[in-house]
């Protein structure tokens, strides 16, 4: 029998989870950690050019996500649908509540704004999602907290870019710290896990290390983003929601 790569804290993402000899693919085996669960009856289909790792193939199992639009090229595993639902559930609904907000708020460590969070950050523009980022969207001279606060509550939904500048932030206490527990209080974020590991996170914040989200080791960032601007692609599903009330 196939042993967990993860026996005593189970897996802390999809795609993790997917590439473990005992829990991923079509054999959801023992681990202590998780929760049992069928796989979704999605159809699995093979898409050229793109899969969910770095390797850019797709493998047996690999599927579009319902949300994907059909010339997309990145698949994804049955139990990353699963874990990603519902925040795609989340951001359509509060695109039908608040259609002028930003796509994403981008929170990061000081010290990535010219590194990793500005390369996510133009990966994601490139694709069409509007992202409210500091480095961009804090003119020189107005009240850094004011903005921050102000860009929050400009956004539905929060990417947390977790990097070891950024551990080392929330360790301190600072911006960041404050950002963070402001977008966990909402239930608003999606880690996206960059240079570190979810195990080394844990140690730091195990509330967000909770929270399912993307890990570069598993994918590229090109593929991230490409994953992040599907999910929080909204426009064609706002006519299927029913009219919030008064």
């Known amino acids: 029998m196939s042993r967990c790569t993860a026996p005593r804290r189970g897996h802390r993402t999809a ?3 997917a590439a473990c000899p005992a829990c991923g693919g079509g054999g959801y085996g023992y681990s202590p950690s ?54 795609r559930d989340a951001t359509v609904m509060r695109a039908r509540q608040q259609p002028a907000l930003r796509d994403v708020f981008l929170c990061h460590a000081w010290d990535d704004r010219r590194g990793s969070a500005k390369e996510l950050c133009n990966l994601l523009e490139t694709k069409g999602v509007s992202v409210w980022f500091s480095e961009k969207d804090i003119p020189y001279g107005l009240p850094f907290m004011r903005e921050i606060d102000k860009g929050l509550a400009k956004s539905r939904t929060g990417l947390v870019l977790v990097t070891p500048a950024l551990l080392t932030r929330l360790e301190r206490g600072g911006v960041s710290d404050k950002e963070l527990s402001e977008l966990l209080a909402r239930n608003l974020l999606l880690p996206v896990v960059h240079g570190t ?47 919030p009330a008064n």
Do not use: C, H
């Open 197 to 243: 590991t979810y195990g080394e996170l844990r140690n730091v914040s195990p509330l967000l290390a909770s929270r399912n989200g993307f890990d570069t080791a598993e994918d590229s960032m090109a593929v991230v983003a490409t994953k992040i601007a599907e999910l929080v692609a909204v426009e064609d599903d706002l006519t299927e929601l029913p009219t």
């Open 34 to 87: 998780r929760s049992y669960y069928p796989p979704p009856a999605y159809t699995s289909q093979s898409s050229g050019g793109g899969g969910a790792t770095s390797g850019g193939s797709s493998s047996s199992g690999r599927t579009r996500a319902p949300w994907s639009p059909s010339t997309s090229s990145v698949t994804y595993t049955p139990a990353e649908v699963k874990d990603l639902t519902p925040a």
């Open 15 to 17: 795609s993790g989870r």
